[in-house]
């Protein structure tokens, strides 16, 4: 009854309740977007790397994939001994290249373009058509969108420049046998795909291999299986999952910070808030919590309404923050991946109900926290005091 | 780009001098490396032997925050040494274009870019923008989170008015009963909404100035750069002190509008 009470009494001073709640509600969404932020982009890199099966990445020793024009030679002699590791269930080989789209005498934008083994890659999901052929490519939406591109129909490309004559050099017409979704570019991307000799051909680099995807077999470590790939073929380097997830953390580790930061801010905030309000409310109620604790009501019920007051406060502030977090989680998501090179299918705010969980949880401990110094001035104050004080 | 070999070796008496390079402060106290050294490099994935360099001198790397990301270590050759270390002969990344005085930067850009075709020539400035985008992304991530925390502290201000003002609702009764006008009690709230809004964002300001250094200092050892990622500077004191007044007028005008509207004998009551 006492704590009903309490709450009533807090819906009563319905305009600063109000405020207080709105306060709260852009702590909380502010705390949640942090949340969201700290593990986000590095959760969805995992999820974007292991989403085709291919949780390995096979590089040139000493770098990262396509951090440097370096390529592995004799590709398919290196794929074979990988393939050989016990525990590869596949290897897809992948060699990037700029190729240029060819109109008349003249070239246009390079296009990112990827040589793979159709039979075997990781890269992107045809959505028209199927994979390509020899003298076939497959491009990405962008890409169909932009040139009104469609399956049959056929485009000239180049893969050099020849700068003394102005035009492209060695143009060779392609059929495009499909419209893909390529999972690792950014947002309207203009990709190819076409089958890795054909780029080895036109570039002049036969043999090369810029990384390889690798599939580890059911119930095999993908840890282990970096390892013994690296012992059986130490001019490569095999990164896992995993690792590439810490490069990711490392290299986002401002981000990281920013949202710690931002976050302890947040709940510093909710604390001001929760205890300004209940502190106030408590005050103003001195001399009814005497007059209860006159007529016997333990100081433990008094301070458990009071805590509850907070707990009430934090909680539905909350529930109004969850909603505003998540719009505002959209709006920052959208600024952030304009980041040049970002994948525009990862997100830097994943939603992980444990994480969202514990974020919210501890809103509302720290609500509940906040009124209980108040609560406790107010129901060990002596009583004496306590009467007197209200009757001035 | 390069793969440094750490292995080193004496030069030999006699022998042909070899080739020299720069290497990076950071580098040169990780290996540790110091001048005179000898050095064995390759390039990436190079199946060739590695070759040997003496350090000539240790550099520090210009504050760069395009390459604090990957802040990779960075040597520094002569062009053909480099050259040598490669597979692809006769091959540039950039040139950098000095222009005669008075020459205009974007008529020399597009006359290059006609003479030199699938080149792109770019003046300082607009180089700068291009390869600025990572930070303007920031920017307006930074921005976003500004305004959020621009209006978390309206409403803890707006708040604490109306709590404030709320408290002595029965001083601001007897003090129109006895002949205080709405508009002079209006302006007091405001006034000392304001005063609290000084003395808040002058607080803030000496905050923010500490918990810059202690941002600067934490990322200066993280990276070891002497870049800076926090900055209070005069204008954006400026800018919060004004925002802050702002908001503190905006705040005790609305918490004094809740009490002057009311008649002085109502204010009395619970």
């Known amino acids: 009854m006492i704590v009903s009470a309490f709450l009533r009494g807090l819906f009563r001073r319905g305009g600063r309740t109000a405020l207080a709640l709105a306060g709260i509600a852009v702590s909380a969404a502010l705390l949640l977007d942090m949340t969201m932020l700290a593990s986000g982009l590095t959760g969805s890199f995992g999820q974007l790397l292991g989403v085709s099966g291919y949780g390995l990445r096979v590089t040139p020793r000493g770098s990262l994939p396509f951090d440097s024009e370096a390529g592995i030679a004799a590709g398919d002699d290196v794929g074979r001994r ?7 269930r596949a290897v897809a080989p992948v060699l990037g290249a700029q190729f240029y789209l060819a109109r008349g005498d003249s070239a246009g934008e390079p296009l990112f373009t990827s040589g793979v083994d159709p039979r075997s890659q990781f890269l992107y999901r045809i959505v028209d058509g199927r ?34 004559l102005g035009r492209a050099r060695q143009t ?54 970096a390892d013994r790939i690296t012992a059986a073929v130490p001019e490569v380097s095999t990164y896992s999952t995993r690792e590439l997830m810490a490069e990711m953390d490392r290299r986002l580790l401002y981000f990281q910070q920013l949202a710690t930061i931002l976050g302890s801010i947040a709940l510093v905030v909710t604390a001001l808030l929760v205890s300004t309000i209940i502190t106030i409310g408590v005050r103003e109620r001195f001399g009814e919590i005497a007059t209860l604790r006159a007529m016997g009501v333990a100081r433990g019920r008094v301070l458990l309404a009071v805590v509850v007051e907070g707990l009430v406060l934090a909680g539905i502030g909350c529930l109004v923050g969850l909603p505003l977090g998540l719009w505002m989680a959209g709006r920052l998501d959208r600024i952030l991946l304009g980041f040049p090179g970002i994948p525009a299918k990862m997100t830097f705010f994943a939603w992980e109900p444990g994480r969202v969980l514990l974020a919210m949880g501890i809103v509302i401990a720290v609500g509940a926290l906040a009124g209980l110094l108040p609560g406790w001035n107010a129901t060990h104050t002596p009583l004496g005091r306590a009467l007197r004080e209200e009757a001035e | 780009m390069l793969w440094v070999a750490t292995a080193l070796q004496a030069g030999v008496p006699g022998a042909a001098p070899l080739p020299e390079l720069l290497v990076e402060r950071r580098l040169a106290e990780s290996v540790p490396l110091a001048v005179g050294d000898t050095v064995r490099v390759r390039a990436l994935a190079d199946t060739a032997a590695p070759r040997p360099f003496v350090v000539a001198g ?47 930067a974007d008529s020399a850009a597009r006359w290059i870019e006609s003479v030199a075709f699938g080149t792109r020539a770019y003046g300082s400035a607009a180089l700068a923008e291009r390869t600025s985008a990572t930070f303007a992304v920031v920017s307006r991530f930074h921005d976003a989170i500004g305004i959020v925390t621009i209006l978390a502290s309206a409403i803890f201000l707006l708040c604490v008015m109306v709590i404030r003002v709320d408290e002595r609702r029965r001083d601001m009764g007897v003090l129109r009963l006895i002949g205080v006008s709405r508009s002079t009690v209006f302006r007091a709230i405001v ?25 600067n200092a934490h990322y200066a050892r993280v990276y070891d750069t002497t870049l800076r990622f926090a900055l209070v500077t005069p204008r954006i004191v400026l800018l919060a002190a004004l925002l802050g007044l702002a908001l503190g007028a905006v705040a005790g005008a609305l918490a004094a509008w809740r009490v002057v509207r009311v008649a002085p004998q109502k204010l009395g009551e619970r």
């Open chain 1, 131 to 164: 994979e390509p052929g020899p003298g076939e490519v497959a491009v990405s939406e962008p890409l169909a969108r932009a040139e009104r591109l469609r399956v049959g129909d056929t485009i000239r490309l180049a893969a050099e420049l020849d700068v003394s």
């Open chain 2, 191 to 215: 006034l000392e909404a304001i005063a609290i809004a000084v003395v808040g964002s002058a607080a803030g300001a000496g905050l923010g100035i500490v918990v810059a250094r202690i941002v």
């Open chain 2, 58 to 104: 240790v550099f520090e790397r210009e504050a760069d925050p395009n390459r604090i990301a990957r802040n990779d270590y960075e040597v520094r050759f002569h062009l053909p040494d480099l050259e040598a270390l490669l597979p692809t002969r006769d091959r540039v990344d950039r040139f950098a274009v000095v222009l005669a005085p008075g020459a205009d």
């Open chain 1, 172 to 225: 060779r017409a392609y059929r495009v046998s499909g419209v893909a979704d390529f999972l690792y570019d950014y947002a309207d991307q203009r990709s190819i795909a076409m089958p890795i000799a054909e780029v080895q051909r036109a570039t002049g680099r036969p043999g090369e291999v810029s990384l390889f995807g690798v599939a580890a077999a059911e119930g095999v470590d993908g840890d282990s299986l």
């Open chain 1, 82 to 88: 990988i393939a050989a590791v016990p525990g590869v």
